[in-house]
């Protein structure tokens, strides 16, 4: 069965990168612009995973993963952080907010599938072995 992912993203040009780079390895693909359509989107169509950004307008990427881990029906949903946050700590900040995963921006095209497959693999672990 085809693994459904949701990409939350209000930058275009990442969206239109993500959803090529998505398919071609096979995926399903939901996009949504701001933090609210993807809230909408993961409740009704449980993806997956989602590839979430953080700074984005209407709603941002942490109140929407709080959001989702809060609510019985999407808790178990997985969350990747997409930002450019890349301070020490950020990653600390962003997991306990309810994130699965962190990945700075700019985007590692040859690393991100790997990552997800990862997160789409069931196994003991929280944290994925692809950290930079």
Same mark, same amino acid.
């Given at each position: ?16 990168? *993500? ?19 993807? *809230? ?28 989702? #881990?809060?609510?019985?029906?999407? $808790?178990? *949903? ?5 930002? $450019?946050? !890349? ?8 997991? !306990? !907010? ?13 690393? *991100? ?9 069931? #196994?003991?672990?929280?944290? $994925?072995?692809?950290?930079?």
């Amino acid at each position: 069965m085809t693994k459904k992912i949701l990409i939350v993203e209000d930058n275009v040009n990442n969206r239109l990168m *993500l959803h090529d780079l998505l398919t071609h390895h096979g995926y399903q693909v939901l996009e949504a612009e701001n933090g609210e359509e993807g *809230l909408e989107l993961a409740r009704k169509q449980q993806p997956d995973l989602i590839l979430m950004d953080i700074q984005m307008p209407v709603m941002d990427g942490v109140a929407v993963a709080k959001l989702l #881990k809060e609510q019985p029906a999407t $808790s178990h *949903l997985k969350i990747i952080a997409l930002t $450019s946050f !890349a301070m020490k700590g950020d990653r600390e900040k962003l997991l !306990a !907010a309810g994130f699965n995963d962190y990945v700075a921006k700019p985007i590692n095209t040859r690393q *991100l599938p790997r990552i997800i497959q990862w997160h789409l693999t069931p #196994k003991e672990g929280d944290l $994925s072995p692809f950290e930079e």
